[in-house]
């Protein structure tokens, strides 16, 4: 179906005359004509009210162009599995189980696997060949792909393996030595370190794709080291249970 047509079915299945429809998306009667006649299409904020409005993605709205998955796990986004914002417009990026009420579910990649793999899983479909295929596929999509550019899942290790030694010739005293690094989104780790003036700093991006772990300190007690890497910088912190009381112990530039 084409958008004019879509336009005036949900219209009609809603009980609105194009009045109302119009006064509910801040236009005039005669915009929403000249949509239902295929003269003109809604813009970009229009069809976002107009995607609310009608609890159907943008996507539906303009006659489903794309076959849109999962920027997270890359599953086939439908409206009845696509996510939300906590303002309830559509987040077309994401499916509902990793992206809800604003939040991402997923911050290990790894994590992201194992869920993945049980239910994939058949005789058809091993475990193993679920878990390789998903190896293969999750850097390519927009949640995981900071690293993109380094040229495959082979390098990608190379480059986590690099990284790994790097941070280990640190000699961080306390920190156990580190043997794996997990993809892990800026906002999830992304802690406020006090400066001696008394100012909160932040050193990550929420919405970017980090590199790095968490280790127990070996001198015991209840703070851990906290690890973030890419491209340009190496971070090391601690911190206590949940993130609380952390102090920056490295952050240096690659």
Not at 53 to 65: A, E, K, R, Y
Not at 69 to 85: A, F, K, V, Y
Not at 86 to 111: L, Q, T
């Amino acid at each position: 179906m084409e958008t004019k047509d879509i336009i005036l079915e949900l219209r009609t299945k809603k009980g609105l005359s194009q009045d109302e429809l119009a006064e509910k998306v801040f236009v005039t009667r005669q915009a929403v004509s000249r949509w239902e006649n295929g003269e003109t299409t809604p813009n970009t904020e229009t069809l976002k009210l107009l995607s609310k409005l009608f609890d159907v993605s943008i996507n539906t709205l303009l006659g489903s162009p794309q076959k849109l998955i999962c920027q997270c796990c890359g599953m086939p986004l439908e409206d009845s599995n696509t996510s939300r914002e906590k303002d309830g417009f559509f987040n077309e990026e994401y499916c509902k189980w990793c992206y809800a009420d604003g939040e991402y579910m997923y911050h290990n990649m790894d994590d992201l696997i194992e869920v993945c793999v049980q239910n994939m899983a058949n005789e058809h479909f091993s475990s193993e060949q679920a878990r390789e295929y998903m190896k293969d596929m999750l850097p390519k999509l927009n949640y995981w792909k900071e690293y993109k550019y380094l040229g495959g899942a082979e390098t990608f290790e190379e480059f986590k393996q690099k990284l790994i030694e790097e941070i280990n010739a640190l000699g961080v005293e306390g920190m156990p030595r580190l043997d794996k690094l997990n993809a892990l989104v800026g906002g999830y780790i992304n802690l406020g370190y006090r400066l001696p003036n008394g100012k909160i700093v932040k050193f990550l991006d929420d919405n970017a794709t980090y590199l790095g772990n968490q280790l127990e300190c070996e001198f015991g007690g209840d703070r851990c080291f906290g690890i973030a890497a890419n491209m340009d910088f190496l971070l090391v912190c601690t911190y206590e249970e949940n993130g609380e009381n952390p102090e920056l112990v490295i952050y240096k530039k690659r």
